[in-house]
């Protein structure tokens, strides 16, 4: 809605605690404009919030008089609600020079604001700043105001019936305000629908208090629960400064193999040129041949050395580490928001956001020496960066969504999860790694090779064979070295170790929540139903067609299907 749109609705709202019922709120609103525009006209966020000051929002506040004046015109530079300090003198502790400041304003407006008298806008629209100065949408509100019936007359059958709106409360010893809200025979919503309200857990008493919405009593006290969010909330901060780092360092690692790469092999090629040209035969007195040679040898062990060091810290695999490590730390990062967003966080939300940190800490360490990950490792395993999964309890009546079809869906999905989603990954990270292996003894091997001849051209009993071993040499140790590091193949190793990982963290959430014989202290099983067929990319209708593996009837080169669809 438009702001004239929620004026002409406001309209027709009534606030009970106000002394003047007989007038719409609409005249009120717009006296209050124009005596501000008279009296400060180069003020037009003065004469805004005249316009669309607490009297027409007495509900949320959204556009109260001392807020409009921050948002608007200071651009929320200060946080101190004014109406706050003025109506109820309160957080004056937590005033700034700035907040002093904006006091004079909300005096200001308080002097303009008062009630309407019944001939003001007739006399307004005919006085001559009503043509001059007032808004075309202004003037067309004012005549709709001048045209309106009174609301509070409820004598005749077509007139507004009230209706229960909202409580409004505020703390022990204010005001309580009283509201209902006008709704016209005639009026039309323009399209605007209004949810439906549950309050069913708001009980109304007849002396015109509420209780709250009915919540079982909390085990912990006031003070121990902001004890738990400044826990959190400590997590919460180190997670995000663990998420930047990795960011950081992944960009700076990738960096590294596109750089070493390119060096090693514009070095080693130019090694095999220097080489072949010193292998020209140009006569007896060829002391510039020399120069060559020894370029050619010095070139070819800074390969080798060069070689050495990017085979053993695979530049490539730690900037996949990295990418994949700053992803899961904003995974948990969302996790931690989603808990606060939803209810208080508890001890054990505590206790099992600390052990998600450091079980990431360990798989994805930050140093490169000491504590780098194994780039060859003897065997290869799915990635494991989670702590031993718990079931999330969510008690609910009725089975909590857990029925024997979906026990036989899970333990199918189960199955086919182990037997072909994790073992592919898990044979294909050990066919990466062979051949990581290989590339990465044969480039420094070829390399050195070719430093070797180099040194060796020019001897007579070996004639043009140290001259060709040395270019041939280089040339395929380039070859290798890009196939390996431009290729990244240390990268594709890593990421279909997390992709094992992936699968073997699913397999554990699937297992906890089957383990648990109480199905009442199992996570809701529609739920879980839904975030597994996430997991996997595929519909609930695909899932329900796995379950026929959960037999044992079922052997497992029976099946022919894997359970992810995802990657």
């Not at 700035?98 to 309407?116: A, C, G, I």
């Amino acid at each position: 809605m438009s702001i004239w749109e929620c004026i002409e609705l406001l309209n027709e709202f009534v606030d009970e605690s106000d002394p003047d019922l007989d007038e719409p709120q609409i005249e009120h609103l717009l006296q209050t404009a124009e005596a501000i525009r008279k009296d400060y006209p180069e003020e037009d966020w003065l004469h805004l919030t005249g316009l669309i000051h607490g009297d027409t929002f007495p509900v949320g506040c959204a556009f109260d008089e001392c807020n409009v004046h921050h948002k608007v015109a200071k651009g929320n530079k200060t946080s101190l609600p004014l109406a706050a300090l003025h109506k109820h003198g309160a957080y004056q502790y937590l005033m700034n020079e700035e907040d002093k400041e904006n006091l004079k304003w909300l005096h200001v407006f308080k002097s303009h604001d008062t009630p309407p008298s019944s001939s003001h806008y007739n006399t307004l629209r005919d006085s001559e700043s009503y043509s001059s100065l007032t808004p075309s949408p202004l003037r067309q509100a004012i005549d709709r105001a001048n045209r309106r019936q009174d609301l509070c007359d409820h004598g005749d059958s077509t007139s507004p019936k009230p209706v229960p709106f909202i409580i409004l409360f505020l703390p022990s010893g204010h005001r309580r305000l009283r509201a209902s809200l006008l709704v016209p025979a005639n009026l039309r919503t323009k399209g605007v629908s209004l949810p439906k309200l549950n309050l069913g857990g708001l009980s109304l008493r007849q002396d015109d208090t509420a209780t709250s919405f009915t919540q079982p009593p909390r085990p912990t006290t006031a003070s121990e629960d902001e004890h738990l969010v400044s826990k959190i909330h400590a997590i919460l901060d180190a997670v995000a400064d663990r998420a930047e780092m990795h960011a950081i360092i992944g960009a700076q690692r990738n960096d590294w193999n596109h750089l070493f790469t390119n060096s090693i092999n514009a070095i080693s090629l130019t090694a095999s040129l220097m080489a072949g040209i010193s292998s020209i035969p140009v006569g007896e007195a060829a002391p510039h041949m020399l120069a060559f040679k020894l370029s050619s040898v010095i070139l070819f062990t800074a390969a080798t050395g060069m070689m050495l060091i990017t085979s053993k810290i695979q530049p490539s695999q730690l900037a996949e580490e990295q990418r994949n490590a700053t992803r899961l730390w904003e995974q948990l990062g969302r996790s931690i928001e989603t808990t606060l967003a939803l209810r208080a966080p508890t001890q054990r939300d505590v206790d099992e956001a600390m052990e998600k940190v450091l079980a990431l800490d360990k798989a994805y360490p930050l140093p490169l020496l000491p504590g780098m990950l194994e780039k060859f490792p003897e065997i290869v395993e799915p990635t494991r960066w989670w702590p031993k999964i718990q079931p999330k309890q969510s008690p609910q009546a009725g089975g909590n969504g857990w029925s024997h079809e979906l026990e036989g869906e899970m333990r199918g999905i189960l199955r086919v999860l182990k037997a072909k989603d994790e073992q592919q990954y898990t044979t294909l990270g050990k066919l990466l790694l062979n051949m990581n292996k290989t590339l990465a003894i044969s480039g420094p091997l070829l390399a050195g090779l070719a430093a070797i001849s180099s040194g060796l051209i020019g001897s007579p009993a070996l004639g043009p064979m140290p001259a060709f071993l040395g270019v041939i040499g280089g040339v395929l140790a380039t070859a290798v070295h890009t196939l390996e590091h431009g290729g990244q193949v240390g990268m594709v190793f890593e990421l279909f170790r997390n992709c094992a990982g992936y699968y073997r963290r699913l397999q554990e959430e699937i297992a906890s929540n089957l383990g648990e014989t109480d199905v009442q202290k199992r996570e809701n099983g529609e739920l879980f139903e839904m975030k597994v067929a996430l997991q996997l990319g595929r519909s609930l209708s695909d899932l329900k067609g796995l379950a026929s593996y959960a037999s044992p009837l079922c052997e497992d080169e029976d099946i022919k299907e894997f359970a992810g669809k995802l990657f």
